[in-house]
């Protein structure tokens, strides 16, 4: 199982969304959760650097990576971006 968006919160609209791939660890061990990375996003929509806010720490680096893939509608300058990321094993 994959991570998956539940929302990003900006007037930037997602345009390209790369998933994030669940850690063999964490899904070994049933863990999941909600992973929050603030994403600075340029004028042209790319990511310029993510960062995670919280979330579990086995998660987040898969979260950070997916993000960082990401691209976003173009707009009038750099915007920063709140996305969750969100992690469930598959019952």
């Known amino acids: 199982m ?16 790369a998933p994030a791939i669940y850690p ?15 994403a600075t996003v340029d004028a042209e929509g790319k990511v310029q650097a993510t960062k995670v806010i919280n979330g579990n720490i086995i998660l987040a680096p898969a ?3 997916a993000v960082s893939k990401w691209k976003f509608a173009p707009g009038t300058g750099t915007a920063k971006v709140i996305v969750e990321v969100k992690f469930s094993v598959p019952h």
């Open 63 to 65: 979260a950070e990576d």
């Open 2 to 17: 994959i991570g998956t968006l539940a929302r990003a919160d900006s007037e930037r609209a997602v345009s390209v969304k």
């Open 24 to 38: 063999a660890v964490a899904k070994r061990l049933g863990i999941e959760g909600m992973v929050h990375v603030e």
